[in-house]
């Protein structure tokens, strides 16, 4: 079992910055992949980023590529989201996943955990 607890949310004006951070527990963190995903009001969720579980390997939706970096401290449990450049359009509750296992997936249906998501909120 892994317990995820997103932080780092908030409201921001456009072209602004917020860095996201997920905290794990329970299971070896460095046991699983990592995986960011959002939704917005109304929309079905949509992926934004992945990392391997070493953190060697990232893949990003082509709406973030450029602007979001995804990284990760196995030593401290916890893995970033970084979002530079940020827009209206980003506006939506942000959620961590963990993937146990290789790979850095990019399908929900591949998670095992979830957080309980942060609020992103970009002003024009």
């Known amino acids: 079992q892994v317990q995820l607890v997103e932080s780092g949310g908030g409201l921001v004006q456009a072209g602004g910055a917020l860095r996201l951070s997920c905290a794990a527990s329970g299971q070896t963190f460095s046991s699983y992949a990592m995986g960011w995903f959002r939704q917005a009001p109304g929309k079905e969720p949509e992926f934004v980023a992945a990392?391997?579980?070493?953190?060697?390997?990232?893949v990003y939706a082509d709406s973030v590529k450029g602007r979001f970096t995804i990284s990760r401290d196995n030593s401290k449990n916890t893995v970033y989201l970084r979002m530079n450049s940020l827009k209206p359009e980003d506006t939506a509750v942000y959620y961590c996943?963990?993937?146990?296992?290789?790979?850095?997936?990019?399908?929900?249906?591949?998670?095992?955990?979830w957080g309980q998501g942060t609020q992103v909120t970009v002003s024009s």
């Open positions: 996943a963990a993937d146990y296992g290789f790979g850095y997936p990019t399908e929900r249906s591949e998670y095992d955990y």
């Open positions: 990392i391997s579980w070493g953190g060697g390997s990232t």
